[in-house]
């Protein structure tokens, strides 16, 4: 890989009063840590942002961006993804794992034949699923808990899927 690999640690989700300060939607285990990275980059990397701590306020992080000193700036970064590279955050515990480290993963069912690749980690609220791209160019989601994916060897770039019953029903695959 020519870049290193980079994580998306929060979101800008708008201004918080007046002087300058943002809400950030934290995607951190510790909300407060968004800040412990700085400086952090836009999606594409081309602008950086050194930020500070200001507060907790309704499930966001309240922050100071340097060089944003009112309102009308703060809420020009509304959206904007914040991302740190993957290097500089600490290594995860057994049994957890980066989305970032995830995707791109090749996916295999038990027997070894491939699936396809996992192309995004989404969580809607009752914990995270794999997106996976089929060879068809299909993309089911496959629930990541230990029943349905009961191996990832990030060394090796796979995991394996055990589907629930029906998912990978369809055109991919062959009624035997």
Known sequence: MDEEKRVCIGAI????????????????????????????????????????????????????????????????????????????????????????????LLAVDAAGDELGRVRAVEDYGAGDLLEVELASGRSVMVPFTREAVPEVDLAAGRLVVVPPAGLLDGPDREEG
Request: charge should be negative.
């Open 13 to 104: 989700a708008g201004a918080h009063g007046v002087r300058g300060v943002v809400r950030v939607k934290p995607f951190t285990e510790q909300p407060e840590s968004v800040t412990a990275y700085a400086p952090v980059t836009d999606e594409s990397g081309a602008r950086t942002f050194d930020l500070r701590y200001v507060g907790l306020a309704k499930g966001a992080v309240l922050v100071q961006i340097d060089g944003v000193r009112d309102r009308g700036g703060a809420e020009a970064l509304k959206g904007v993804r914040l991302y740190v590279p993957r290097s500089s955050l600490p290594e995860p515990e057994e049994e957890e794992f980066y989305h970032a480290d995830l995707i791109g």
